[in-house]
């Protein structure tokens, strides 16, 4: 069972081509086909560069997710703390401009809050799923709230907007590239990278698949199972925070709309990814690519004139089920 | 005469039994009014505030119960507990949506309430004793005008739409109508959700997906942040202007400043709520006599006006 989350094994119980594993790149090779069809514009660079840096928010925060629900857990509050965080972070800013003067050190100690914040709040919903005893369906639904009302409440219901000299200084992060390549972009793929490896080399990575398996094993087999599950919640918020921290650059403003629905987005990019919602199996890669086809999604359909836009929501979900049938459908049969 | 009623009452009740007393004596008016849920809301929100606290100060026996809703289910729940818990006198209301709020507003009419519609009319206006609201055909007409005779009635245009509402339809309907004869050409429409960030990924993808873009109606300010944004980061600002709609504090700077990007705005002000709460609160303790229709006009902000609309406490 604790083997069950390794490539290798799961290759070798079915025989050949296994559709749970690779099902998501072929769902996402066909909508890059269905994009290049709709409008040749799909392929630019630009285009390329502009889903894959929008994807960054949500493909950040689904590592993450990957993480909780592997372990049998669930975070519905990742949303509304992105946009608390992000509020934090501007209003920390915009305090201590005119003590510190605009420069990098501000951005610095913005993004420390952020990341402070981030695992606090990983720390509060892990204690209360953990030592509450407490569904994390439940805790996370309440600090979702919470957090997203926090939000609302700093910013007097309208928007918390970036000192504009603090605006220019930070606007590279988002919009600045290394070697061609947005940092959003970069930082996604260090963030998956490091989850893959997380997930799929440490002692840690495979207890959570163990414990999403079957928790009451787990803790017979000698797992702290608490303390895993605490530290998967505050990877979490970890991922939730790295988001903030390219997310402000952006437009300089967090409000009550900031990350709505980010929690169902990264869900879904997590399951499309091939991950199992009632946990016990965990695909990082799978996640990163459930991510993008979100975006790709969106994108395709900006990209035509051919769909009434009152179709758009039809749409995306009748791709989000027919991708994750492509994997699940095959492997009821085997 | 009424005030000097219940300060004598609450200086004879003291401490102790003020605030049952209080509460039988003081005109209750409730105002129902959607959540922040986006930047206009929000401004709603913080101008609904300022209201209830400048009429409690300025009428003593005054009572504002403000109630926020998530949709129109709940704002229908909200109203039934203003009615029957709170027993309001007044009610000043801004509807979710025009049709599913018509019966139950009808109901506290029928209760023997004083109502008040703001913004979005019900689909049966004889309810209403007192309408207040922003005039959306107009907004969408006015802006059209301006992008007509901004372009000399010829170009590419995109629209980004707000939520699929009545107000939405209502804006885009008469700018569509108000285009018709000209060679003004609508590129793409999409809904971006009166929100930044929908409206930033929205225009991305109407750049990538049109090589010339004369104009963007974006119908409202916090769009048009997220468009600005877009259009900067594409490079392509020379090329086009932004058209947006509310008159969100940052919108107006620009247009004071003289910013060639965003030439002008639309106002359709959230400070509406509070017009409509003095007008009631008036009516109901000065027995003010009210007209029955208030119509906010959609004004056109220009670099020359600007300065008059511009308030930079508001949060919006």
């Known amino acids: 069972m604790t083997q069950s989350s390794m490539p290798d094994a799961v290759r070798r119980r079915s025989s050949g081509f296994d559709l749970k594993l690779w099902g998501p790149f072929l769902a996402l090779a066909g909508l890059i086909v269905l994009g290049t069809l709709v409008n ?28 909780v629900i592997t372990s049998g857990g669930i975070d519905l509050s990742v949303g509304s703390l992105a946009a608390f965080a992000s509020g934090v972070t501007i209003v920390t800013m915009n305090a201590l401009v005119p003590a510190m003067g605009p420069g990098w050190h501000v951005v610095a100690l913005g993004m420390l809050v952020a990341v402070g914040l981030g695992l606090a709040a990983g720390l509060v919903n892990g204690v209360l799923v953990t030592k509450g005893r407490i569904e994390a369906f439940i805790v996370t639904l309440g600090t979702m709230g919470i957090f997203r009302s926090l939000v609302t409440y700093l910013a007097d219901g309208g928007t918390l907007s970036l000192d504009s000299s603090m605006r ?33 080399r440490t002692r840690f990575g495979r207890y959570c698949a163990a414990i999403g398996s079957n928790e ?5 087999s000698a797992i702290d199972v608490d303390r895993v599950k605490l530290l998967a919640f505050m990877l979490q918020g970890l991922c939730v925070a790295l988001a903030v921290v390219i997310y402000v650059p952006r437009l300089g403003s967090a409000s009550a709309t900031t990350g709505l629905l980010w929690e169902l987005e990264a869900i879904a990019a997590v399951i499309i990814g091939g991950t199992m919602l009632k946990g016990g199996y965990g695909r990082v890669w799978g996640t990163v690519v459930g991510a993008v086809m979100l975006t790709l999604i969106d994108n395709i359909l900006n990209l035509t004139g051919a769909i009434s836009v009152y179709l758009n929501g039809a749409i995306q979900g ?11 459908g095959t492997a009821s049969k085997r | 005469m009424k005030l000097k009623l219940s300060l004598a009452t609450a200086l004879v009740a003291g401490v102790l039994m ?73 009610l000043v209301i801004l509807p979710f949506e025009s049709a599913p709020m018509t019966d139950p507003v009808r109901a506290v009419k029928d209760a023997g309430k004083f ?91 109407f750049l990538s997906r049109f090589p010339k873009i004369d104009a963007v109606w974006a119908q409202d300010d916090d769009i048009a942040l997220g468009v600005i944004e877009a259009v900067k980061q594409a490079g392509r600002e020379k090329e086009m202007f932004i058209l947006g709609g509310a008159g969100m504090k940052d919108i107006i700077k620009r247009v004071m400043d003289k910013d060639t990007l965003v030439p002008a705005d639309v106002l359709y002000p959230p400070a509406m709520i509070a017009e409509a709460m003095e007008i009631t609160a008036r009516h109901l303790v000065e027995k003010a006599p009210i007209e029955k229709q208030y119509i906010i006009e959609a004004t056109l902000v220009t670099p020359e006006n600007a300065a008059k609309y511009y308030y930079p406490d508001s949060p919006f």
């Not at chain 2, 793409?188 to 930044?196: F, H, Q, S, V």
């Open chain 1, 40 to 67: 040749p514009v799909f392929l630019s660079p630009g285009n390329i560069f502009n889903v894959l840096t929008r994807t960054a928010f949500i493909g950040i925060i689904a590592v993450g997710a990957t993480f």
């Open chain 1, 168 to 200: 220019s200084v930070y606007r590279p992060v988002y919009y600045g590239s290394l070697f061609g390549i947005p940092y959003p972009i970069l930082l996604f793929a260090v963030v998956a990278l490091i989850g893959a490896l997380i997930m799929y």
């Open chain 1, 216 to 220: 009451e094993v787990a803790r017979y």
């Open chain 1, 318 to 328: 009748a791709i989000i089920i027919v991708a994750v049938l492509l994997q699940r």
């Open chain 2, 18 to 90: 003020a605030p049952a007393a209080w509460a039988q004596d003081k005109i209750k008016m409730g105002v129902s009014i959607p959540a922040a849920t986006h930047g206009w809301a929000g401004g709603l929100n913080w101008h609904a505030q300022q209201a209830e606290k400048r009429l409690e100060q300025k009428y003593p026996n005054l009572d504002v119960i403000l109630v926020t809703a998530r949709d129109v289910g709940r704002q229908a729940n909200d109203l039934e507990d203003l009615v029957s818990v709170r027993q309001i006198d007044a």
């Open chain 2, 115 to 205: 109502v008040t519609v703001v913004d979005r009319g019900l689909t049966d206006p004889s309810i209403q004793d007192l309408y207040v609201a922003g005039n959306n055909p107009e907004m969408g007409k006015v802006s059209a005008q301006y992008i007509k005779q901004k372009l000399n009635g010829k170009g590419d245009i995109v629209v980004l739409r707000g939520i699929p509402t009545v107000v939405d339809n209502q804006r885009v309907e008469a700018f569509q109508e108000e285009i018709k004869g000209s060679q003004i050409k609508v590129l793409g429409m999409e809904y971006a959700n009166w929100n930044r960030d929908d409206g930033f990924k929205v225009m991305q993808d």
